[in-house]
């Protein structure tokens, strides 16, 4: 019996863990985060940033991808005789995969979206043009909104997902909240005035 469950669990936190790993560990290597600032100090808004957004919207869409591993290796534990882990790989993975198709119908999908992307871009657009907050207007994502660094106005109340970069709480402690939260910001976003 307790063999059986710890054979679930493995196999449940095997399907679990890499269903995650793309968006927990390729964006996270040194080269690719020489442009921007360490994690958890601001980010200024710039194409590199917009990019990051569309990169870890890829990186979260291909763990479907990767759940093939856990449903293939379920597969093989059910035929051959380890029934508890294949189940707990394929709980996992077929209910991850069947969540993320879902999230496209409903609204809670992953924090990183197109859309994202877009309102990033015409805050940066608005803030090079007439309509800018101040002169030397200077966009940057904080925790809980985009805000002009020179003139503190809010310029978009979103609160900042991860975003890739490697975290300041350490490796241990930031894959735990990466598990935990799947990338999506703690903080509330701020109101539009203040
Ligand atoms: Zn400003």
């Known amino acids: 019996m307790w063999n059986e469950l710890f054979d679930f669990f ?11 790993l793309p968006f927990m560990m390729f964006p996270r290597m040194r080269s690719w985060n020489d442009q921007f600032s360490a994690h958890p100090s601001p980010i200024a808004l710039d194409p590199h940033l917009i990019q990051r957004v569309l990169h870890m919207r890829m990186f979260f869409w291909s763990g479907l991808f990767f759940a093939s591993l856990p449903l293939f290796l379920g597969w093989a534990s059910l035929k051959y005789g380890g029934a508890a882990m294949g189940f707990g790989l ?29 309102r990033l871009q015409k805050v940066r657009n608005d803030s090079q ?19 002009c660094s020179t003139c ?17 709480d350490g490796w241990i402690k930031g894959i735990i909240r990466l598990l935990i939260t799947d990338g999506r910001p703690i903080a509330a976003p701020l109101g539009e005035e203040e």
Do not use: N
């Open 129 to 147: 043009s007439e309509d800018s907050c101040c002169e030397h207007s200077l966009p940057v994502w904080e925790v809980t909104a985009v805000r």
């Open 90 to 118: 394929w709980v996992v993975s077929g209910w991850t995969v069947i969540s993320r198709i879902m999230c496209v119908i409903g609204d809670d999908g992953p924090p990183w979206t197109k859309q994202l992307a877009m």
């Open 152 to 168: 503190r106005k809010v310029l978009l109340a979103e609160s900042r997902p991860d975003l890739g970069r490697p975290r300041s």
């Open 10 to 20: 493995v196999g449940a936190s095997f399907a679990y863990v890499v269903i995650r």
